[in-house]
């Protein structure tokens, strides 16, 4: 399955990008929350991500993209099975793919206001502290909707995402939750 999405989000890249209007590099934050944690408390903290997307199409547009991320949230657990206290820093490739409308404007726009949603899958790399790798679910997928703001070159876009897997594969061991996420990036739009 993990295959299969990789293969299908780069053809959908490579023909975006032989059609594409734009290209969007980016930086930007996000805000995890972790939500459904039987097992204890936890609460999420700030991260960073740096990628691009592609987006084509005028009023009505497709935007897949790639990003570099770093998230990470705060667990306390109540049992003996894991440490009382721990930070996990989850570390990995976030592929958005998201259809967007130009609310105000288009892509040509000097201005414009965008409404955009889609699906997005995070492919684990690392985890630090406290977890195993093998023990993470990868790819977790997610649901996002979102704004974005075009000023000539420059672009800010802000999300939340609804995470729809687990982070941990074995629930019976212990339940961290899901990660649910604030995503705020800006960066240039480059036309073609």
Same mark, same amino acid.
């Given at each position: 399955?993990?295959? #299969?999405? #990789?293969?299908?989000?780069?053809?959908?890249?490579?023909?975006? $990008?032989? =059609?594409?209007?734009? #290209? =969007?590099?980016?930086?930007?934050?996000?805000?995890? +929350?972790?939500? &459904?944690? /039987?097992?204890?408390?936890? @609460? /999420?903290?700030?991260?960073?991500?740096?990628? /691009?997307?592609?987006?084509?199409?005028?009023?009505?547009? *497709?935007?897949?993209?790639?990003?570099?991320?770093?998230?990470?949230?705060? *667990?306390?657990?109540?049992?003996?099975?894991?440490?009382?206290?721990?930070?996990?820093? *989850?570390?990995?490739?976030?592929?958005?793919?998201?259809?967007?409308? &130009?609310?105000?404007?288009?892509?040509?726009?000097?201005? @414009?206001?965008?409404?955009? /949603?889609?699906?997005? !899958?995070?492919?684990?790399? @690392?985890?630090?502290? !406290?977890?195993?790798?093998?023990?993470? &679910?990868?790819?977790?997928? !997610?649901?996002?909707?979102?704004?974005?703001?075009? $000023?000539?070159?420059?672009?800010?876009?802000?999300?939340?995402?609804?995470?729809?897997? +687990? #982070?941990? =594969?074995?629930? @019976?061991?212990?339940?961290?939750?899901?990660?649910? !996420?604030?995503?705020?990036?800006?960066?240039?739009?480059? +036309?073609?």
């Amino acid at each position: 399955m993990k295959r #299969i999405f #990789i293969c299908l989000t780069l053809l959908v890249g490579v023909i975006g $990008f032989s =059609k594409a209007q734009t #290209i =969007k590099p980016a930086i930007g934050v996000n805000f995890t +929350d972790v939500v &459904n944690n /039987g097992d204890g408390s936890a @609460s /999420g903290r700030a991260g960073w991500q740096f990628g /691009g997307s592609i987006a084509f199409g005028d009023k009505i547009y *497709f935007e897949p993209g790639v990003f570099y991320q770093t998230k990470s949230a705060d *667990f306390r657990t109540t049992d003996d099975i894991a440490p009382d206290d721990f930070e996990a820093v *989850f570390k990995g490739f976030r592929v958005p793919v998201a259809i967007g409308w &130009n609310i105000l404007g288009n892509a040509e726009s000097t201005v @414009s206001l965008r409404a955009f /949603g889609g699906a997005s !899958g995070f492919f684990l790399t @690392s985890v630090d502290d !406290g977890l195993d790798k093998d023990d993470i &679910n990868s790819p977790a997928w !997610g649901v996002f909707a979102g704004a974005g703001l075009d $000023f000539w070159i420059l672009f800010l876009d802000a999300s939340y995402e609804w995470s729809v897997t +687990d #982070i941990q =594969k074995d629930l @019976s061991a212990i339940d961290l939750g899901r990660t649910n !996420g604030f995503f705020v990036n800006a960066g240039l739009r480059i +036309d073609l």
